[in-house]
């Protein structure tokens, strides 16, 4: 009888996918907060009914906790959720300025990027924020844990949840991520790319493993190298950037979205760090460049990416990709667009070589060997010996509402990795969200946030005096 009740409670246990125990370890725990900011003031009053009607079913696990079976073995349980423990509401002094109250958001944001999430319910919070910022009228922020699913499985399940503000029964739509190619694709073309991609492969390969296990980058002003840096306070800034400006300097420059992205990121942070030391300018530095490996053609409904053998499955599907960051010289000072053309170098070759497909195996090897909480550690030591990393999602072209609130923008952040640095960013509504994470009190988020924006105009003025490229 005892046997009969043991296998029933066992088939209401899904197992964790590998890279949901890597998230969700004794040594590595990585939560995201959504930041959705409102247009008018919050009216909370549809907050359950929401959760309720349309957050919940969305996907099993936001009514699941973990467990741990025989041998250790994590499970997600189905229990009852009381939503009312999910909800957060604070209260701050009435009548106080905008100032006043965009200190207390920056406050609660690295109260919330401290606390762990509770581990006797499902591991996601609702906080709502009732009082007006410089940026918006009132903040709703979404804390999950990241073994919940990655950014895209997230951000999926987001939007189920918000509609189009002009026509709430049209799909929102996203910008296009055709990029084309402009290499040889002849017979001849592709054997000597075959063999470069070989060499690149054991090269970037190799290098991975010194990085992730001995090789460590140089403390700078931007790499603190203290034991425990994931359990210390965190500050977030944000900042903006037109993404037509975005397009118009890639149409420019021949390159890809992302190669602009992470060369403006660079670029600006080589800049901070020889403002802060002039030494530091040449320090060995390294970002980790977040890689969603999905084939994205845009998102799909959460439906389809809960289907056993679907092509934009939910989970986490990212890797990393190591790209170091140039020295900042009297040549780079003089032409910014070299930071453009180095990232992009480098992540078309560690694109082209298959050193995230050997990784991927690597960390099977280990947690089939080793188990999870050893694989958790590589992870863990792959972003300690780091300095920076780096991750963006592209969100709606349209406005979004909540209930038929207007959303005036968003971003997201990740707190819980053992770096002082991480920049995350989001594309909404013709402009790029940008925000910036950094161990509080090491970092100067007010001098990052300006060296940022000067790399961007930087980067956009020496692209747009370049000659127009010509059509072939």
């Not at 594309?427 to 000067?454: H, Q, W």
């Amino acid at each position: 009888m005892h046997v009969m009740e043991f296998e029933v409670q066992e088939e209401v246990l899904e197992p964790m996918s590998p890279s949901a125990q890597y998230l969700k370890s004794s040594v590595l725990s990585l939560t995201i907060l959504g930041v959705l900011e409102s247009e008018d003031p919050i009216d909370d009053s549809m907050t359950i009914p929401l959760l309720k009607d349309v957050f919940l079913p969305i996907n099993p696990r936001f009514s699941s906790i973990m467990v741990t079976g025989k041998k250790g073995v994590k499970k997600w349980k189905k229990v009852e959720v009381n939503l009312q423990e999910h909800v957060n509401i604070p209260t701050f002094p009435s009548g106080m300025s905008t100032d006043y109250y965009d200190e207390c958001f920056t406050d609660y944001l690295t109260k919330l990027g401290m606390e762990q999430l509770p581990q006797n319910r499902p591991l996601w919070e609702i906080h709502i924020l009732k009082y007006p910022t410089k940026n918006a009228a009132g903040n709703l922020i979404f804390k999950l844990h990241h073994s919940l699913g990655d950014g895209y499985s997230l951000m999926g399940a987001l939007l189920s949840c918000l509609q189009r503000l002009d026509n709430p029964l049209m799909p929102l739509t996203f910008p296009s991520r055709q990029s084309k190619d402009g290499g040889n694709h002849t017979l001849l073309g592709r054997v000597p790319r075959f063999f470069t991609g070989l060499l690149h492969t054991a090269c970037d390969f190799g290098w991975s493993l010194l990085k992730s296990s001995l090789i460590k980058d140089d403390k700078s002003p931007i790499r603190s190298g203290e034991d425990g840096v994931e359990f210390r306070p965190i500050v977030t800034t944000t900042t903006a950037f037109s993404i037509d400006q975005i397009r118009e300097i890639k149409s420019r420059l021949k390159v890809t979205v992302n190669d602009v992205i992470t060369g403006i990121i660079i670029y600006g942070t080589r800049l901070y760090m020889q403002k802060r030391s002039e030494e530091s300018g040449k320090a060995n530095s390294t970002a980790l460049v977040l890689l969603n490996t999905r084939a994205i053609g845009g998102y799909k409904s959460v439906d389809e990416m809960t289907k056993p053998d679907s092509e934009m499955p939910w989970g986490n599907r990212f890797a990393f990709l190591q790209v170091p960051v140039p020295k900042l010289g009297a040549a780079e000072q003089e032409n910014p667009l070299k930071f453009v053309k180095t990232a992009r170098r480098m992540i078309k070759r560690q694109r082209n070589s298959a050193t995230v497909y050997l990784t991927g195996q690597l960390l099977n090897v280990v947690r089939k060997i080793r188990g999870p909480e050893t694989t958790a550690r590589y992870i863990h030591g792959t972003l300690k010996n780091t300095s920076m990393a780096i991750s963006n999602l592209i969100g709606p072209v349209e406005q979004m509402a909540l209930a038929n609130q207007p959303i005036k923008g968003l971003y997201f952040v990740v707190a819980g990795a053992p770096q002082s640095l991480s920049v995350t960013l989001i594309s909404y509504v013709r402009k790029l969200r940008i925000a910036m994470t950094m161990e509080k009190g090491f970092i100067d988020p007010n001098t990052f946030k300006s060296c940022i924006e000067y790399a961007f105009e930087a980067i956009s003025k020496a692209a747009l005096a370049s000659p127009t490229p010509s059509k072939s």
